[in-house]
């Protein structure tokens, strides 16, 4: 198997794990009422079932993501742009505090309602 589909595998069970702990939290504490409507309802198994595949989408991808981004260089020290504080230092705007004239002219008459 390629080292990225097992890397995506992995983080989609640690999702999964979250969304199983995450689910439990909800119902054991009775959030919202939900263990209430969900243990007085006839289906309710479908709506834990879904609760738990949409919370697995969802901290999975998280997961997945993080796992992306932790994965950068940081031993990458040039200004070669790329990333938050990257770019060209030598090219940026310096904040002088001069004050810069500029002319303003008046054209039209103000006094005229517009229609």
């Known amino acids: ?11 989609i069970l640690i999702g999964f794990a979250a969304a199983l702990v995450f689910v439990g939290l909800l119902l054991g504490l009775n ?22 595949v949409f919370n697995t989408i969802v901290f999975g ?34 904040m002088t505090g001069e004050m810069i004239p500029i002319r303003v002219t008046a054209t039209g008459s103000r006094s005229k309602p517009r229609r």
């Open 61 to 94: 991808a998280v997961q997945f993501g993080i796992a992306i981004m932790a994965m950068a260089d940081d031993d990458d020290n040039s200004n070669s742009g790329g990333g938050f504080g990257g770019g060209r230092r030598d090219r940026a705007p310096r």
């Open 31 to 52: 959030i919202a009422n939900l263990r209430h409507l969900i243990m007085g309802s006839d289906m309710g198994f479908v709506a834990v079932v879904m609760l738990i």
């Open 1 to 11: 198997m390629p080292k990225l589909v097992s890397f995506y595998i992995r983080n």
